[in-house]
Structure formats: C-alpha cells, structure tokens
Nanobody, 121 residues
Framework: QVQLVESGGGSVQAGGTLRLSCVAS????????MGWFRQVPGKEREGIAA????????YYAASVKGRSTISRDNAKNSLYLEMNSLKPDDTAMYYC???????????????WGQGTQVTVS
C-alpha cells in the first residue's frame, strides 16, 4: 500500500502563486509516475500534471501549461506542484496520485491522497 498526503492549499489572490506538496509513504517502489489532479464539485477530476519518479519527462494539461511546474524529491518521497498567475478558475480540490505508467487518466491511478483545497479569489 501507498499513502499520499497533500499540503499547501489555502486561499490565494488571483495572480498569486501556490506550492503544493505531496509526501508518499509505504510501498513507494510500486509506482513509476506521480501526478496532480484537481476537481470541482459536479465536474470530472482533471489531470493537470504528471512526471516519472525516475526521470525528467513531464506532462501538463493545457489549462496549466506555461504557468506550472511539477517537481519531485525522491530522497524525501515528495512531489510538488508550483502554479503561478493563479485564476479563480483554478479553485478546486487538488489531489496527488501515483500510477504504474505514464498517464493523466485518473482511472489509471492506483493511489490517491485526501486532497487539499485551493481557493483563488
């Protein structure tokens, strides 16, 4: 089993920056990809960024590309998401997740954190 715990959410002014963190524990050798997702009530969960745990390949959804960076610190079993130029449309619950292969389809992710709320006003 893998446990994922997100932190760093909160209320941010439009145009500002946030940095989310996700710490993994347990069988951290059981996945190869970690990603960030977000969800607004009544809408599908959206994959916004993903990267290999053992390499530099990264993927960003169009909605965040150019203003987001997904990074990792394997020594700390941690994943980060930095987003700038925040907009009210970025308001959502943000989740980190882990998958065995490179994908942004939430159905392919096996492990999920509990989420951290981000509100942009």
């Amino acid at each position: 089993q893998v446990q994922l715990v997100e932190s760093g959410g909160g209320s941010v002014q439009a145009g500002g920056t946030l940095r989310l963190s996700c710490v993994a524990s347990g069988r951290t050798d059981s996945y190869n990809v970690m990603g960030w997702f977000r969800q607004v009530p009544g809408k599908e969960r959206e994959g916004i960024a993903a990267r290999y745990t053992g390499g530099d390949s990264q993927y960003y959804a169009a909605s965040v590309k150019g203003r987001s960076t997904i990074s990792r610190d394997n020594a700390k079993n941690s994943l980060y998401l930095e987003m700038n130029s925040l907009k009210p449309d970025d308001t959502a619950m943000y989740y980190c997740a882990a998958a065995p292969f490179y994908t942004l389809n939430p159905r392919d992710y096996d492990y999920w954190g509990q989420g951290t709320q981000v509100t942009v006003s």
